[in-house]
């Protein structure tokens, strides 16, 4: 098993960050894949998705 190299935390303890995780597709257009992860509980019920852009 690999070593990682970054981590990511959410802005809430209790948002539920890493809930959902999905391909964003190209969001900046560098010919690069981006990230999509969604936490559910942000705000209470209201949510948020972060785009991750490498
Ligand atoms: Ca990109």
């Given amino acids: 098993m690999g070593t990682a ?3 990511l935390r959410g802005q809430s303890d209790q948002g539920y960050f890493g809930f ?5 597709g190209d969001v900046n257009g560098d010919g690069l894949a981006d990230l999509l ?12 998705a972060y785009v991750i852009i490498p």
């Fill in 5 to 7: 190299t970054h981590s």
């Fill in 20 to 24: 959902s995780v999905g391909m964003a």
């Fill in 37 to 48: 992860i969604g936490a559910s509980h942000w705000g209470g019920t209201r949510g948020a």
